[in-house]
């Protein structure tokens, strides 16, 4: 990453912490995850595996409306989260025509490189971030509701097609997208991306999990609600949501909401998360006391006391959690599961 690019958005940190820690991102920014994080920068610093995150709203551009002053909302709506020089934004479900009724899809669907994404890519590269583009597509004689992922420098990275389109979507032509779900790899770590009533089922983002995702970004027309909280926990991964008509959120690995737009006019959801953070079963209670008289304020630990389970996460670039595991020996709470699962199948009768 663009070692001037980090430069300032320290100073940013440094000026604006409280003010982001009340402000726009939520109240909820002010729990104690998010002011290690903040300690941390106030001290001059980023933390390695800290990463800026936005989604922006649909909300009030309307059904109908020229295609060029949908684009133009929200070109606006991004430039809004610029403050914050997040690494990546996430844009709604074809937001350019949401479900008008008036241009058939044959008319509505690009090609991509297109148009759309053309335009998009030009505001990604002069802001040097990733941008989440949701749109309809035509690929090899097939129309496809289509996310892609486009680069700092203004590239095409990849493209994801919706996995479970709803039956209204079939019938009207689109294609739904292959099983195997891409996950991209940015300079950050990797991510993959699920649309709408994706959220309905768990095979996108066990795949996505599995195969090394650390945010699963959310386009959609509905919120999904407690589905995401599940979906965050159960396969902990980070989930961030851009949605048509509802408050866009950034959810923990933990299910917990971290930052969430609100009824206010602000039409964007931004913050840091620390991909640094694993969760862990309650069988390692006994050995805290000894990490927290190593490590003291270099780690954040909570106990989940209701699930029987504990977070650690990296406060500061002179540890990781994966020294800790490794010096500690400990498993994350999935490698537990898997262990069991496999222990109690060789037992099954």
Not at 67 to 78: F, G, P, Y
Request: proline letters at 4%.
């Amino acid at each position: 990453m663009d070692n001037n690019r980090n430069m300032s958005r320290r100073g940013f940190m440094k000026k604006g912490a409280v003010v982001a820690g009340a402000g726009i991102v939520g109240e909820s920014a002010l729990n104690s995850s998010f002011a290690g994080t903040r300690e941390s920068a106030e001290k001059g610093g980023r933390l390695p595996r800290e990463v800026w995150v936005a989604s922006v709203s649909a909300k009030g551009l309307g059904i109908d409306g020229t295609k060029e002053r949908k684009i133009n909302a929200i070109l606006s709506r991004m430039e809004q989260t610029l403050a914050y020089q997040p690494d990546i934004i996430c844009l709604p479900e074809a937001f350019v025509y949401q479900w008008s009724r008036k241009l058939s899809l044959s008319e509505k669907a690009e090609e991509v490189p297109g148009p759309t994404t053309s335009i998009i890519a030009e505001f990604a590269r002069k802001h040097n971030c990733y941008v989440i583009c949701p749109l309809h597509t035509k690929e090899g004689g097939r129309f496809y509701n289509t996310a892609v992922l486009i680069g700092r420098k203004g590239e095409i990275v990849g493209k994801y097609h919706k996995l479970y389109p709803v039956s209204s979507e079939i019938k009207g032509g689109i294609t739904p997208g292959p099983a195997k779900v891409p996950v991209f790899d940015t300079d950050f770590g990797k991510i993959g991306i699920q649309i709408c009533f994706d959220a309905n089922w768990h095979e996108g983002f066990r795949s996505l999990s599995d195969s090394g995702a650390e945010i699963v970004f959310f386009s959609s027309a509905f919120d999904g609600g407690r589905i995401l909280n599940l979906l965050a926990w159960d396969h902990e991964v980070y989930i961030v949501s851009s949605l048509w008509d509802t408050p866009g959120r950034i959810i923990d690995i933990t299910g917990d909401e971290l930052y969430k737009s609100g009824r206010y006019p602000i039409k964007h959801v931004c913050g840091p998360i620390n991909l640094d953070k694993k969760v862990f079963h309650g069988n390692h209670m006994e050995k805290i006391y000894e990490i927290e008289a190593k490590y003291g304020r270099k780690l954040i630990i909570k106990i989940l006391e209701d699930e029987g389970c504990l977070t650690i996460e990296s406060n500061s670039p002179d540890v990781t959690v994966a020294q800790v595991m490794e010096e500690f020996d400990l498993i994350t709470y999935r490698q537990y599961l898997k262990n069991e699962t496999e222990f109690i199948e060789k037992h099954r009768l």
